[in-house]
């Protein structure tokens, strides 16, 4: 079956540090590959996604590119800031499982001033 | 941008009742909504998907005569706890797509908080 695996938090970062979260898959297909983010007390966002092997989704200086040959979607951004503390999802969802969303366990985030 | 509604936001019950919770796509028309479980520092686990008009298709492990999805409508979904006990407290959170212009995006509510009693 499908699966997604990423990183445990939480992660602790200054600001305009560099962030990277870890996202590896399996998936039976060919999934699309996404990033959401829970900020607190608010619903999941769509950061960015990508739909096919080496597309580069991108939002908001966060980047993450589909690599299939290590079934990996890692997110990063360059220089964090203290807005972008939050939950991080990372997801994929194939059409034969009717694009329900399967769901890593969620990485927090934390940037300190 | 699509907007995805959730009524209640926050609903406390007694063990024994039945809690209704709504999901509402404001500005596109939801050809198929999910709906997720979400526990304290956990993961969001699919529950159910249901495409309007037809019976909602569920999670292993997920009991249908527990949890009633109703899928009227293009723009509304219900879930329906029933019998609710205090194992049944989550954070319930459903998603619509696909959202403007197709595609494979899903948008979120907001969520209901359910406490069980």
């Known amino acids: 079956g499908n699966s997604v695996t990423q990183m445990e938090g939480p992660v602790t970062l200054s600001e305009e540090a560099f962030l990277t979260i870890n996202c590896t898959y399996t998936?039976?297909?060919?999934?699309?590959l996404f990033w959401y983010v829970q900020y607190p007390g608010e619903g999941l966002q769509l950061l960015l996604k990508a739909t096919k092997a080496d597309d580069k989704g991108s939002n908001k200086g966060f980047e993450a590119t589909y690599r299939k040959e290590t079934t990996s979607f890692h997110l990063e951004k360059g220089s964090v800031q203290v807005s972008d503390s939050a939950v991080y999802f990372c997801?994929?969802?194939?059409?034969?499982?009717?694009?329900?969303?399967?769901f890593g366990k969620g990485t927090s985030l934390l940037v300190t001033p | 941008g699509a907007v995805v509604s959730q009524h209640p936001s926050r609903v406390i019950c007694k063990s024994g009742t039945s809690v209704k919770i709504e999901c509402r796509s404001l500005d596109f028309q939801a050809t198929t909504m999910f709906w997720y479980r979400q526990f304290p520092k956990q993961s969001l686990m699919l529950m159910a998907t249901s495409n309007e008009g037809s019976k909602a298709t569920y999670e292993q492990g997920v009991e249908k005569d527990k949890f009633l999805i109703n899928h009227a409508s293009l723009t509304l979904s219900t879930l329906t706890v029933t019998s609710a006990h205090p194992e049944d407290s989550s954070f319930y959170i459903c998603?619509?797509?696909?959202?403007?212009?197709?595609?494979?995006?899903?948008?979120f509510g907001p969520g209901t908080r359910l406490l069980v009693l």
């Open positions: 997801a994929l969802s194939e059409q034969n499982s009717g694009y329900a969303l399967n």
């Open positions: 998936a039976t297909g060919y999934p699309s």
């Open positions: 998603s619509a797509g696909p959202g403007l212009g197709g595609g494979l995006t899903q948008y």
